[in-house]
């Protein structure tokens, strides 16, 4: 079963739109929530960290918890094509411990000039 | 602002030979990870380490593998005997708390090629 789930796109977006990401997890006790972003060849960057149910935003970016929904969002407004990269949910997994972060397989995300 | 440096950038070597790479964690940072991605695929969990042991281990991290943080800076990834199949990119990772308030950051990462 797999754990931490993503569409892989790619997902393409004009400039200047919302681009919206989702994520969604199997471990119903999991408490906290990371996006990064990837470029090629890159590791992986540290964009938003949510714990708590609702919205953060940072700038361009809000992430959306919902846990009862097991759901992880991301949305970039204003799209930029240096947004264009691969971008990676992960999830504290509960299972075993807090110390683990597993990751999705990512979005591939393509802003359009 | 404060990063996660990996030693060597890239590194070749021959099938069956011992690799060490290593990875300078964030100062104040008390849990450190390892991480690997294979070219076109997942990041994957390798390994968490705590107060000098290892707390989680997937089972990707069999016995030809081992961790250490030799003094109070570095810390270490050893794969003791290579294969074709570990050729990937190793990320080292190290984190404040495991609570919920623990970022996770990551280095630049270590391109392992075995031939």
């Known amino acids: 079963q797999k754990e931490v789930e993503q569409n892989s796109g790619p997902l393409s977006v004009p400039e200047g739109a919302i681009a919206s990401l989702n994520c969604t997890y199997s471990?119903?006790?999991?408490?906290?929530f990371f996006w990064y972003r990837q470029y090629s060849g890159k590791s992986p960057e540290l964009i938003m960290f949510i714990y708590s149910n609702g919205d953060k935003e940072d700038g361009r970016f809000t992430a959306q918890l919902n846990k009862a929904s097991q759901y992880v969002s991301l949305l970039i407004r204003d799209s930029q094509p240096s947004d264009s990269a691969t971008y990676l949910c992960?999830?504290?997994?509960?299972?075993?411990?807090?110390?683990?972060?597993?990751f999705g397989p990512g979005t591939s995300l393509s802003v359009i000039p | 602002e404060p990063e996660v440096t990996q030693t060597p950038s890239h590194q070749v070597t021959q099938m069956g030979q011992e690799v060490i790479l290593r990875c300078v964690p964030i100062?104040?940072?008390?849990?450190f990870y390892w991480y690997r991605q294979i070219l076109g695929q997942k990041v994957e969990f390798l390994v968490s380490f705590y107060n000098n042991e290892i707390s989680e281990k997937s089972e990707i991290f069999d016995d030809q593998f081992s961790v250490e943080r030799p003094d109070g800076s570095n810390f270490t990834l050893k794969i003791r005997s290579t294969k074709l199949e570990d050729s990937a990119m190793y990320f080292c990772?190290?984190?404040?708390?495991?609570?919920?308030?623990?970022?996770?950051?990551f280095g630049e990462g270590s391109r392992l090629t075995v031939l």
């Open positions: 992960a999830v504290n997994d509960q299972k075993t411990s807090y110390d683990k972060v597993i």
């Open positions: 471990d119903r006790g999991s408490q906290s």
């Open positions: 990772a190290s984190r404040r708390t495991i609570f919920e308030t623990g970022e996770l950051f």
């Open positions: 100062s104040n940072h008390l849990y």
